[in-house]
């Protein structure tokens, strides 16, 4: 959807001969749009499931009421206050609430959303329960925006300037660190994305944009009391964005359009229906969140969506400047080396007291039987799990210790025994999230498209990698709509997308067919001609034995030995170890 003829859409819209109601409903549509587009960010792409957004409603809503009323400063002014009593709010309660998983993160912003309203209906100053009464209107100038249609005005252009801020924000270097959170979160922190940041980012953003709805609201309503700011609306914002397509930023638009209308609808038909007044839509509600989640998990607007045309991004990386690349270490140098690494879980001792290094310019294979603790090691070595005993060194500092994102900042990256992508992510994305700790441009940049040189850089780097496994034919395809084999080979790219020193791969052949084995031993042998240095977990023991120049065999979680490729195939104790002894 193109901004400017939306805009225009809305110009139009305004000076039409409607009738007043529905500018009105427009207009609290907009309202709600603001809230739940922040939690189209949170929950849908983000996977933070919040209850507690009609309060930072309330925070916006009552900073500026107050404000304007007991301190006569401008609306204009204490938008700005409003926000930065939303933003201190949510960063402490992001810093809490969001290190919980599960169950907990909800649960937490119910108690959040729940002391906020009792807060906001117990203090003198705020008028308890009946509010605050004679709230003036923004004005610009001679002109009032808080009513009618200059207030539709200033709610949708605020509304579609958070709606392309999201749509930037989504395609950018911090877009795809959000989109990774709610399924790929172990991967993203191996490819150096800060998952705890990022989602108190989002929580911030969200946050923001429903103090923004807020003061909207206390401005058009003249008056502020809790009640539209409890657990209800908490959870009747999440009711919107679920029904519209949490996963879509103008499934936020849908479901608040949805909602309004068929609760205004249903409030007058039901009562007639039944022949007594209630609350009855809240039951309607109810019984549409269980169709559209059973029939419809996406949303409504996904329906739509699949429907839309689709245009794959244009090429236009082609004339980026390249990205630095990180000193290499001199052919030979020592670049892990491993010392007495344990890993016990209770009783149970996955890694045993195992040894071994790395040296630049090298690949070293690490093999053994299924559950000789190969991956574990893997683990190990990059902090996805924390040594028991023992220490690891990377170009001779101690390593061990440290959470994964800096072991890759260092020049350390890798592939997963079970492939790790972000299915609804293409093929190209999904590579230059590798790319991660190579860029610098945050989420503010993205949103005011101040990011593209950069971006294109990214994006070059990426399609170069992809281009180097012989993917270049896939760049546009959703990564979750992969074979295994190209899966695994879209893994290696965006591991090299790092500028690794070290690069540890976990079975890369799995699933490969014998053509693209015999291209992956020709990717590994070129990166070792350029001086990378590889660790390599395989079970394909041709390839095994193929590229590596040293291997490391381990069984039950111990070092069995190490040698050439043909000092291990001549060992009678790694045949024991692998077919077995006869008694």
């Known amino acids: 959807m193109q901004p400017l003829a939306l805009l225009a859409a809305i110009v139009l819209i305004a000076w039409l001969p409607l009738p007043d109601f529905w500018i009105t409903q427009l207009n609290y549509i907009g309202l709600y749009s603001l809230v739940v587009l922040g939690l189209v960010l949170l929950t849908g792409i983000g996977g933070l499931t919040s209850f507690g957004q009609a309060a930072f409603v309330g925070i916006g809503a009552y900073t500026s009421a107050y404000l304007t009323i007991n301190a006569g400063l401008s609306p204009w002014l204490t938008v700005l206050m409003g926000l930065g009593i939303t933003a201190i709010s949510a960063l402490v309660v992001g810093w809490i609430t969001l290190r919980m998983s599960g169950h907990y993160l909800p649960l937490a912003t119910i108690a959040w959303g729940l002391a906020l309203y009792y807060l906001m209906g117990n203090v003198d100053a705020l008028g308890k329960y009946d509010g605050l009464l004679g709230v003036p209107g ?39 660190a959000i989109r990774s959170l709610r399924t790929g979160a172990q991967m993203a922190e191996a490819m150096g994305v800060n998952t705890l940041r990022y989602k108190i980012g989002i929580f911030l953003i969200a946050a923001l944009f429903a103090s923004v709805s807020g003061w909207l609201f206390a401005h058009y309503q003249g008056t502020v009391n809790p009640s539209p ?40 038909l039901l009562p007639r229906l039944f022949g007594t007044s209630g609350s009855y839509e809240t039951i309607v509600f109810g019984i549409v969140l269980v169709l559209v989640l059973k029939y419809l998990p996406d949303g409504i607007w996904s329906f739509v969506a699949q429907r839309l045309p689709k245009k794959p991004r244009p090429n236009d990386w082609d004339g980026a400047a390249p990205l630095e690349e990180r000193s290499r270490p001199a052919p030979g140098d020592l670049v892990l080396d491993v010392r007495a690494v344990r890993k016990q879980f209770g009783g149970l001792i996955a890694v045993n007291d195992i040894s071994f290094s790395v040296r630049a310019g090298q690949i070293v294979g690490l093999i053994g039987p299924n559950g000789a603790g190969k991956s574990t090691t893997f683990n190990l070595i990059t902090g996805v799990l924390g040594l028991t005993t023992g220490e690891v060194r990377f170009r001779g500092d101690v390593v061990s210790g440290l959470p994964s994102r800096e072991i890759a900042r260092r020049g350390v990256a890798r592939t997963f025994q079970h492939v790790k992508m972000i299915p609804d992510m293409t093929v190209l994305e999904n590579v230059a999230l590798g790319a991660h700790l190579r860029g610098h441009r945050g989420a503010l940049s993205a949103m005011l498209r101040l990011d593209r040189p950069e971006e294109q850089r990214l994006l070059r780097e990426a399609a170069h990698q992809l281009q180097r496994v012989g993917m270049e034919g896939s760049l546009h395809e959703l990564a979750g709509n992969l074979a295994m084999g190209p899966q695994r080979l879209l893994e290696i790219a965006r591991a090299l997308c790092s500028d690794p020193a070290l690069l540890l791969l976990d079975e890369p052949a799995a699933g490969l067919r014998h053509k693209e084995k015999q291209a992956l031993a020709g990717v590994l042998r070129q990166l070792r001609a350029e001086g990378m240095s590889i660790l390599l977990v395989e079970h394909d023991m041709d ?3 193929d590229v590596t120049d040293h291997i490391v065999v381990m069984e039950f979680g111990t070092h069995l030995m190490e040698g050439t490729p043909a000092e291990v195939q001549q060992s009678p104790a790694v045949r024991a170890a692998y077919l077995g002894t006869e008694h």
């Open 138 to 176: 923004i004005t610009l100038g001679d002109w009032n925006l808080s009513q009618g249609r200059p207030f539709f005005l200033l709610t949708w252009v605020l509304v579609l300037l958070a709606a392309f801020s999201l749509i930037n924000l989504l395609n950018s270097r911090t877009g795809r």
């Open 229 to 268: 700011f409890g657990i209800k609306w908490g959870i009747e914002y999440l009711f919107m964005a679920v029904l519209g397509g949490a996963g879509y930023v103008w499934g936020a638009v849908t479901g608040a359009a949805l909602t309004k209308l068929l609760e205004d609808q249903l409030q007058v």
């Open 543 to 545: 390839l095994v034995m």
